[in-house]
């Protein structure tokens, strides 16, 4: 099992910065990724971006590329997003999710197990 809790989520300004952290903890060392998937009201719930454990190669969705960015801390179990020039449409529940085998990193179905979200508003 592994738990995940997100921090951070708040009200920002367009073109402000604001970090999300997600706690992991449990079976950690089973994980092959962390990712960010977001979620807006009537939406599908989408990627964000991964990034895998052990060599820290990233994956991000072509509409955050340049503006988001995923680190881990592997002493502190943590995986953090960083999220620059903020958009009105970044608003969204962002939620941290962890698989024990990824293939595309990008698909939501290969997360084993997810946190309960924060939320991410962005004001014009």
């Known amino acids: 099992q592994v738990q995940l809790v997100e921090s951070g989520g708040g009200l920002v300004q367009a073109g402000g910065s604001l970090t999300l952290s997600c706690a992991v903890s449990?079976?950690?060392?089973?994980?092959?990724?962390m990712a960010w998937f977001r979620q807006a009201p009537g939406k599908e719930r989408e990627f964000v971006g991964a990034?895998?454990?052990?060599?820290?190669?990233?994956y991000y969705a072509e509409s955050v590329l340049g503006r988001f960015t995923i680190s881990r801390d592997n002493a502190k179990n943590t995986v953090n997003l960083q999220m620059n020039s903020v958009k009105p449409e970044d608003t969204a529940v962002y939620y941290c999710?962890?698989?024990?085998?990824?293939?595309?990193?990008?698909?939501?179905?290969?997360?084993?197990?997810w946190g309960q979200g924060t939320q991410v508003t962005v004001s014009s």
């Open positions: 999710a962890a698989t024990y085998l990824g293939r595309t990193y990008s698909n939501r179905n290969e997360y084993n197990y």
């Open positions: 449990g079976r950690t060392f089973s994980v092959d990724a």
């Open positions: 990034i895998r454990w052990n060599d820290g190669i990233t």
